[in-house]
């Protein structure tokens, strides 16, 4: 019997790995948007990095019970209740392309445009309206948009 849950163990830690393997920089690069960190080489990454390995945690604790459901969009669920959950208690600026956007813009907008979760999906997700997601959606690429006209001086 213990030779068997070993054994059971192993394959679950293997499919996990290769799920990591897969997937890991994607949504390190989803977490990194979240929590907009500059993009700078000298910039660590430590709290998408702290935000990736909780979600991913709790995925693995999950591992066995999501038969059916695609891991990816479980780790991705759960890297916006996190971030949600810390964005609302802390709000410090770090300098990164999404940082003068709101966390709930900023979610919104990394869900919609990066993630590519479709509109409904994004609202079950959050438990906002769809319309409440279309309006954020269209107020985060309007800041983005006027940021960059300020930024660069160039008029789109």
């Known amino acids: 019997m213990r030779e068997r849950q070993t054994h059971r163990d192993r394959l679950r830690a293997q499919e996990f790995e290769a799920f990591v393997a897969g997937a890991g920089g994607r949504l390190l690069h ?3 948007l979240l929590t907009a960190e500059p993009a700078a080489p000298a910039a660590t990454g430590v709290r ?12 693995y604790a999950e ?3 999501l038969r059916g459901e695609d891991p990816y ?4 669920q759960e890297l916006a209740v996190r971030f949600a959950r810390e964005a609302w208690r802390h709000r410090r600026p770090l300098g990164g392309v999404l940082d003068r956007l709101a966390p709930l813009e900023r979610l919104v907008l990394v869900l919609r445009l990066y993630e590519e979760v479709g509109e409904d999906q994004a609202a079950a997700l959050l438990g906002l309206p769809p319309d409440r ?7 985060s690429v309007a800041a983005m948009r006027s940021g960059a ?3 660069f001086g160039v008029a789109r």
């Open 30 to 32: 989803t977490a990194t």
């Open 48 to 59: 998408a990095e702290r935000l990736l390995c909780a979600a991913l945690a709790r995925t």
């Open 63 to 65: 591992w066995d019970r």
């Open 73 to 76: 969009d479980r780790t991705r």
């Open 133 to 139: 997601i279309r309006a954020v959606c269209d107020r």
């Open 149 to 151: 006209r300020g930024a």
